[in-house]
């Protein structure tokens, strides 16, 4: 029910977005972050957006990236901008609701230096 798109590979410096969409389920009033998991790494909080608008994130992607909500599209966005090898994973996104947690498939990102 949550649907991740918007992987690739980029060179290091590059941008990319990725866009959460839902179906079944909304957005508007809950929180969703976004979390990636690099190979032989545990999954990790990129950042994640409250039900209020209110914003978190990684200290290590604090001031590159930026999550957005579009309540008419029913989506959640994470612009990635200056990025680096380091930040290569798969990302997924994710909410909590009705008592269990919803993740998106992944998708991957790659960047190379």
């Known amino acids: 029910q949550l649907q991740a798109s918007g992987g690739g590979l980029v060179q290091a410096g590059g941008s990319l977005r990725l866009s959460c969409a839902a179906s079944?389920?909304?957005?508007?009033?809950?929180?969703v972050g976004w979390y990636r998991q690099a190979p032989g790494m545990q999954r990790e909080l990129v950042g994640s957006?409250?039900?209020?608008?209110?914003?978190n994130y990684a200290d290590s992607v604090t001031g590159r990236f930026t999550i957005s909500r579009n309540n008419a599209k029913n989506t959640v966005d994470l612009q990635m901008n200056s990025l680096k090898p380091d930040d290569t994973a798969v990302y997924y996104c994710h909410t909590f609701r009705y008592g269990r947690h919803f993740w998106g498939q992944g998708t991957l990102v790659t960047v190379s230096s």
């Open positions: 957006m409250t039900g209020a608008g209110r914003l």
């Open positions: 079944g389920i909304t957005f508007r009033g809950y929180t």
